[in-house]
């Protein structure tokens, strides 16, 4: 079964330092991956999201993933963080295809606190 | 524009009552999706369905219904049975011809609490 964890539950930084929120998955295939983004009382957006393509994948906003499948990663990043990037972010799996029965699984997620 | 509806946006529900959240999608998406949002446990599905007039128990589907009678159409029924019901829930849609580019829409979410 597919599973995804997000480690830690919230994360802070300050403005213009790295945001780095982690996200481990377990699947018996080559899984698709993403990061959703989710503003308070909204729902998610898609930030970024790998499907067996470039390892190194770009999102909106200046965010970026890592696939790395010896390590069994999805780990977010951004170089410099913006006040505007508090939030709570999920990372979800999913099969390669959509076969039936499947949809996405989601992390616990992350909140993300950014202070001036 | 194209996209997914949900409303009402905040709804109350008294002990016993059964209420119903919409969700419409003029994205002509085959999927469509119910998760339950708690604080600190992401997001959890309730049930799902792949085509009309078909739909599939998730995670956490008791004390819940669903019916699918048109493709634009979703509905999620909370009933008395669901003796925790106070959460934000999310409706969200995918069009699963596209096997690679998966992408789930999301909805704007409906607060439910209980009186």
């Known amino acids: 079964a597919q599973s995804v964890t997000q480690l830690g539950s919230h994360v802070s930084v300050s403005e213009g330092a790295l945001v780095l929120l982690r996200c481990n998955y377990s699947?018996?295939?080559?899984?698709?991956l993403f990061w959703y983004v989710q503003y308070p009382n909204q729902g998610l957006q898609l930030l970024l999201k790998y499907t067996s393509a470039a390892t190194l994948v770009k999102g909106i906003n200046g965010f970026e993933a890592e696939f790395k499948k010896s390590e069994t990663s999805f780990h977010l990043t951004k170089p410099s963080a913006h006040m505007s990037d508090a939030a709570e972010y999920f990372c979800?799996?999913?099969?390669?295809?959509?076969?039936?029965?499947?949809?996405?699984?989601f992390g616990k997620g992350t909140t993300l606190s950014v202070s001036s | 524009d194209g996209g997914i509806t949900q409303s009402p946006k905040y709804l109350f529900r008294k002990e016993g009552q059964n209420v119903t959240l919409s969700c419409e999608q003029n994205?002509?998406?085959?999927?469509m999706y119910w998760y339950r949002q708690d604080p600190g446990q992401g997001l959890r599905l309730i049930y799902y369905?792949?085509?009309?007039?078909?739909?599939q128990k998730g995670d956490i589907a008791e004390g819940y219904s669903v019916s699918r009678e048109k493709k634009e159409s979703f509905p999620l029924t909370v009933t008395s049975a669901q003796k925790n019901p106070t959460a934000f829930y999310l409706c969200?849609?995918?069009?699963?011809?596209?096997?690679?580019?998966?992408?789930?829409?999301f909805g704007s979410g409906t607060q439910l609490s209980v009186l």
């Open positions: 369905s792949q085509i009309v007039n078909d739909f």
């Open positions: 979800a799996v999913s099969e390669p295809f959509n076969q039936a029965g499947t949809a996405l699984i």
């Open positions: 994205l002509n998406h085959d999927a």
């Open positions: 699947s018996s295939v080559p899984p698709y």
């Open positions: 969200a849609s995918l069009d699963s011809h596209l096997a690679t580019n998966e992408k789930l829409f």
